[in-house]
């Protein structure tokens, strides 16, 4: 039973920005932190930041300065990954995930979006 | 590099019973809460372990969590086929204003 429901298939070019939506209950949107895992082909998991959708709050990872923003819409109860400077790097599957509080264990897993970076 | 450390790839036969290890600093898991992920092939990753050795519901009791120091160690007993997985150990690391950490996953491979 999939409790994160996350967007389609992304295909951009270098360069081009792309923005991931993760829709969650209505529950789970108000009771969570959800944060944003990638993986890129064969490799492992790399945390990318997390956000407490009802306030806004983010923490992002320094491994991606100035080019991540997450964002939520309590109207829809989504929460969105914005990525800019897309580079052949960053091709991979890209998972939101929810926990109960900042640091807690992601209990709750979307299935994931593959985004694909090429010229 | 990752910040936690785990083995690339650890095997064992059915029935057995194998570990795999994850270790760090002490600011990480001598501080923090430790947690493991089993991620089948193809598939997203689940939560195996969390709070160093709680299982979530519906996770079989062969899979435990310990910790000991700035070192933790998932046991898997009575090894099945359906186990040959990638495993991940991760954590809070409260420096540099908080951060989820990632081990670099073993592969276990079921013989």
């Known amino acids: 039973q999939v409790q994160l429901m996350q967007s389609g298939t992304a295909v951009t070019k270098p360069g081009a920005s792309v923005k991931l939506s993760c829709k969650a209950s209505?529950?789970?949107?108000?009771?969570?932190?959800f944060h944003w895992v990638r993986q890129a082909p064969g490799q492992g998991l790399e945390w990318m930041g997390a956000?407490?959708?009802?306030?806004?709050?983010?923490l992002y990872a320094q491994n991606f300065p100035g080019r991540v923003t997450m964002t939520g819409d309590t109207s829809t109860t989504t929460v969105y990954l914005h990525l800019r400077g897309l580079t052949s790097d960053d091709t991979a599957l890209y998972y939101c995930a929810a926990g109960q509080w900042l640091s807690d264990a992601f209990h709750i897993w979307g299935q994931g979006t593959m985004v694909t970076v090429s010229s | 590099q990752s910040v936690l450390t785990q083995p690339p790839s650890v095997s064992g036969t059915p029935g057995q019973r194998v570990s795999i290890s994850c270790s760090g600093s002490s600011s990480i898991i001598g501080s923090n809460y430790l947690c493991w992920y089993q991620q089948l092939p193809g598939t997203t990753p689940k939560l195996l372990i969390y709070g160093n050795n709680q299982r979530p519901s519906g996770v079989p009791d062969r899979f435990s969590g310990s910790r000991s120091g700035t070192s933790a160690s998932l046991a898997i007993s009575g090894l099945r086929s359906e186990d040959e997985a990638d495993y991940y150990c991760a954590a809070w690391d409260d420096r540099l204003s908080g951060r989820v950490v990632f081990g670099g996953g073993t592969k276990l491979t079921v013989l």
């Open positions: 209505q529950y789970t949107f108000n009771s969570n932190f």
């Open positions: 956000i407490n959708p009802t306030d806004g709050n983010t």
